[in-house]
């Protein structure tokens, strides 16, 4: 039961490239949601999903996206970096039937 | 708006000292209050979640309480392991929105 697995750790891009968060999760939750972490900040929610094919925005949702096709995986997509979104990206998921999310490890993005 | 604060913002104790750590929140319907530890280069670490005023839970030398308009984490006789950030965060009811709302942490560090 590896939990919440975030792919890769550590990224460099350029200024407009593009790419895409993994994130996985083997405990069959209902629930997956991105948040970014900056020095100062706290978390701030990205987007979330409740379910399979369904997702909406969270609090600081402009410049990615995401979608559902299954229950275990959840990405995020950056479709032109910017150096504002140099950040930690975490993933979460939480079963429908309480509250508590797990979160993954981190992935560590720098965009130059 | 969902808001959390925590306070303060760093502490440092000497081992062996108790204190507390404060979380304020303002939440329109609150589903839960979390806390979480997160470790350097980690990703949070679930400890509690408070769902009604007067709620309390606790886990070796960590306790957790909840009022209306806020929570502590109390630390008893702590070690040096118990260096870390503690995050706080509400989930917040009503409208089928998900994700959690975090505090900006405190940073504890506990010398031997």
């Known amino acids: 039961n590896a939990g919440v697995t975030q792919t890769p750790k550590f990224q460099v891009l350029k200024t407009g490239q593009s790419m895409t968060l993994q994130c996985a999760q083997d405990m069959n939750h209902e629930y997956m949601s991105w948040y970014r972490q900056d020095p100062g900040m706290g978390l701030r929610l990205i987007h979330y999903?409740?379910?399979?094919?369904?997702?909406d925005q969270g609090e600081v949702p402009n410049g990615y996206n995401v979608s559902r096709s299954t229950t275990e995986d959840f990405p995020l997509r950056l479709l032109s970096a910017a150096p504002s979104q140099t950040s930690v990206y975490f993933c979460?998921?939480?079963?429908?039937?309480?509250?508590?999310?797990?979160f993954g490890s981190g992935t560590r993005l720098t965009v130059v | 708006e969902d808001q959390v604060t925590q306070s303060p913002e760093a502490l440092r104790l000497q081992e062996g000292e108790s204190s507390s750590l404060n979380c304020s929140y303002t939440?329109?319907?609150?589903?839960?209050l979390f806390w979480y530890r997160q470790d350097p280069g980690k990703g949070p670490e679930f400890l509690f979640t408070l769902y009604s005023a007067g709620e309390e839970k606790e886990k070796e030398r960590l306790k957790a309480t909840l009022t209306k308009k806020e929570s502590f984490l109390h630390i008893t006789a702590p070690k040096p392991e118990d260096s870390a950030t503690y995050l706080c965060?509400?989930?917040?009811?009503?409208?089928?929105?998900?994700?959690?709302?975090f505090g900006k942490g405190t940073h504890l560090i506990i010398q031997p």
């Open positions: 999903s409740v379910g399979a094919g369904i997702t």
């Open positions: 965060a509400v989930q917040a009811g009503g409208g089928g929105a998900d994700g959690l709302t």
């Open positions: 939440v329109s319907g609150l589903r839960g």
């Open positions: 979460a998921s939480r079963p429908k039937s309480n509250y508590g999310y797990t």
